[in-house]
């Protein structure tokens, strides 16, 4: 198994800042999935949804990861909250490092992200039952790729990244 560490989690887990907190503390590199994704097709992701839709998208994941596992050692690695949706992705994660659920409430993501307009899955008239339904379904699958789940409800962005490089980088 490679040496690079994977931030999962629903939207507004702390998965971008975390990481970056992470790679900073453990002085390694960091790598957004979607912002690789963002430059490989050329557009924001809300975009990238408009334009070609999610099925292509999560196709795009999938190819990022598969490169990643080829090219990537010794970063952390922040993924988009639908990337472990797909089984393929799941494993692959597996393969690429260690894989780390950063478990949050809904409450704790509706409040982090209310005014947030630049996330095409939330785009919903009840946000509230969007968060509850995507989360019934998501969390599981991020249990199940996940080899260190980490609460991050009532922790500083500090706080977690120490608990992860703990966890999951000097493991």
């Known amino acids: 198994m490679k040496d690079n560490v994977i931030l999962i989690g629903f939207m507004g887990a702390g998965?971008?800042?975390?990481?970056?907190?992470?790679?900073?503390?453990?002085?390694?590199?960091?790598?957004?999935?979607?912002?690789?994704i963002e430059a490989e097709v050329g557009m924001a992701t809300s975009r990238i949804f408009e334009t070609y839709g999610e099925e292509y998208f999560r196709q795009t994941e999938t190819s990022i990861l598969e490169k990643l596992i080829r090219e990537t050692d010794h970063s952390v690695i922040s993924v988009g909250g639908g990337l472990p949706v797909r089984e393929i992705n799941?494993?692959?994660?597996?393969?690429?490092?260690?894989?780390?659920?950063?478990?949050?409430?809904?409450?704790?993501?509706?409040?982090?992200l209310e005014g947030d307009t630049?996330?095409?899955?939330?785009?919903?008239?009840?946000?509230?039952k969007r968060v509850?339904?995507?989360m019934a379904f998501r969390n599981p699958l991020y249990r199940e790729a996940a080899q260190v789940v980490i609460d991050t409800?009532?922790?500083?962005?500090?706080q977690i990244a120490r608990e992860v490089a703990e966890l999951?980088?000097?493991r």
């Open 132 to 134: 509850n339904d995507l």
């Open 153 to 158: 409800d009532e922790k500083s962005v500090e």
């Open 118 to 128: 630049t996330r095409p899955m939330l785009y919903a008239d009840d946000k509230e």
């Open 15 to 36: 998965k971008t800042s975390v990481s970056k907190a992470l790679a900073k503390l453990e002085q390694m590199p960091l790598i957004d999935t979607d912002e690789q």
């Open 90 to 112: 799941r494993k692959l994660m597996r393969e690429l490092g260690t894989v780390v659920f950063l478990n949050v409430k809904a409450e704790t993501v509706l409040k982090r």
């Open 168 to 170: 999951a980088v000097r």
